[in-house]
């Protein structure tokens, strides 16, 4: 059991969706405490969400004044200017249903938004994407009786989803 509250805590913590939907799994299979596990995601989440903010706001001081630091700051400017501000709102809760949110917060540090503002459009884009998995998980045990199948299916959909979110990001940030 101890192993699988490490890999359960783990999942939480990476934010992974292949392997958070496995973990949602595991929390359904072996009837863990829904409150604690709901709880310990909202903690992860913010401590993530902190982290990735307070490392991007420190790349941000000690890279100031060199090539990449003048790349970030003209690249935040053009994001800024090309998708207006309801737009951005709108593109970070995006990235919180698609990608990790110590790295969007990391990344959304360089525009001139507040830490209130990114924490909140973060959260709730990372909120949507576990009640994504939770529905994910709940509605394949429903209909597959066999845990083990079950199982290939919810890694099988969470790999899906995590390739297809990364090549819709890839396309959004080529253009």
């Known amino acids: 059991?101890?192993?699988?509250?490490?890999?359960?805590?783990?999942?939480?913590?990476v934010q992974e969706p292949t392997?958070?939907?496995?973990?949602?799994?595991l929390v359904r299979q072996h009837d863990l405490?829904?409150?604690l596990i709901?709880?310990?995601w909202l903690i992860a989440t913010s401590i993530d969400i902190i982290v990735g903010y307070a490392l991007g706001k420190w790349v941000q001081r000690t890279s100031e004044d060199t090539r990449f630091g003048r790349w970030a700051h003209t690249w935040a400017a053009r994001i800024e200017n090309f998708i207006g501000t309801n737009?951005?709102?709108?593109t970070i809760i995006l990235l919180?249903?698609?990608?990790?949110p110590y790295l969007n917060a990391f990344l959304v540090s360089w525009l001139k938004l507040s830490f209130k503002n990114i924490f909140i459009l973060i959260f709730i884009?990372?909120?949507?994407?576990?009640?994504?998995?939770?529905?994910?998980?709940?509605?394949?045990?429903?209909?597959?009786?066999?845990?083990?199948?079950?199982l290939y299916?919810?890694?099988?959909?969470?790999?899906?989803?995590?390739?297809?979110?990364?090549?819709?990001?890839n396309k959004l940030l080529k253009k």
């Open 1 to 13: 059991m101890a192993a699988t509250w490490l890999f359960i805590l783990l999942t939480i913590f």
């Open 125 to 150: 884009g990372d909120a949507i994407y576990w009640g994504i998995a939770w529905a994910i998980n709940i509605s394949v045990r429903n209909y597959v009786a066999d845990p083990h199948v079950a």
């Open 19 to 25: 392997s958070m939907d496995a973990g949602i799994f």
């Open 38 to 40: 709901n709880a310990l």
């Open 87 to 90: 737009g951005e709102r709108f």
């Open 153 to 169: 299916v919810v890694v099988g959909i969470g790999l899906a989803f995590s390739i297809g979110s990364k090549a819709l990001l």
């Open 96 to 100: 919180g249903i698609i990608n990790f």
């Open 33 to 35: 405490n829904l409150w």
